[in-house]
């Protein structure tokens, strides 16, 4: 799918590298392979929305950025709360269809599913090509 | 990655301006909160350097290097939390 990871917290590299070797190891072999970053101060996540004042941590928020640098998709969650990867992975994907091909992938969209390619021939026929089960 | 000495402490990790609209130095995007560089989806994400570990390597990571490539940048509260 070709979609470089980047991991950002306010912990030092130091602390990145004793939580991959003492843990992630154990969790994926050989450790993540991404580069874990150091927002020590905080001053990356401000740019992104997602730092956190009062505890000093940058929160969950993902962004998926584009080849030329544009935020496409971003998502914030409060820190009790983990991130599914399966829905990121989706909308990657579809992300990337859309820049490929010019059409536009209704809601649920999977690969292979159905596209919609917008013009005056689908206002009001939308609901011919879409049901609501296809929403997940 | 560059290759990066590995002193007791490294620089922090800054947001880079660039250009336009936005701030011209780091010092003018403090004073006005940073609020011109918030991320919002169809604009530019705000470029970074920062020190990272990458496969066993100590290095700076910038988000303009990725430029071609599609990238996911996650941020999390902290190495060793639990979820």
Redesign the interface.
């Known amino acids: 799918?070709?979609?470089?990871?980047?991991?950002?917290?306010?912990?030092s590299?130091f602390?990145?590298?004793?939580?991959?070797e003492a843990?992630l190891a154990k969790m994926v072999p050989g450790?993540v392979?991404?580069?874990?970053?150091?927002?020590?101060?905080g001053?990356?996540?401000?740019?992104?929305?997602?730092y956190d004042e009062e505890?000093g941590?940058?929160?969950?928020?993902?962004?998926?950025?584009?080849?030329?640098?544009?935020?496409?998709?971003?998502e914030v969650l409060t820190?009790?709360?983990?991130?599914n990867v399966t829905e990121?992975i989706r909308q990657?994907q579809a992300?990337?269809h859309v820049r490929e091909t010019g059409e536009v992938t209704p809601a649920g969209w999977q690969p292979g599913k159905p596209t919609l390619k917008p013009g005056p021939d689908l206002v009001g026929r939308v609901w011919e090509s879409w049901k609501p089960a296809m929403a997940s | 990655m560059p290759e990066a000495a590995t002193g007791c402490v490294a620089p922090a990790g800054s947001v880079l301006a660039t250009g336009g609209p936005e701030p011209a130095t780091l010092a003018a995007h403090r004073q006005n909160g940073g609020s011109t560089m918030t991320a919002r989806v169809g604009k530019p994400a705000p470029d970074f350097e920062a020190p990272a570990f990458t496969n066993g390597e100590f290095g700076n990571i910038k988000l303009s290097d990725y430029r071609g490539q599609w990238v996911v940048l996650c941020f999390y509260p902290g190495d060793f939390t639990f979820v």
Do not use: C, N
Not at chain 1, 79 to 83: A, D, K, S
């Open positions: 799918m070709g979609v470089q990871v980047l991991a950002a917290s306010t912990d590299r602390s990145h590298k004793v939580w991959q843990e450790g392979p991404f580069p874990l970053i150091s927002d020590a101060t001053q990356i996540g401000r740019a992104y929305g997602v505890s941590v940058d929160i969950r928020g993902r962004f998926l950025i584009d080849p030329d640098g544009v935020i496409q998709a971003m820190p009790p709360v983990g991130r990121l990657a992300f990337q």
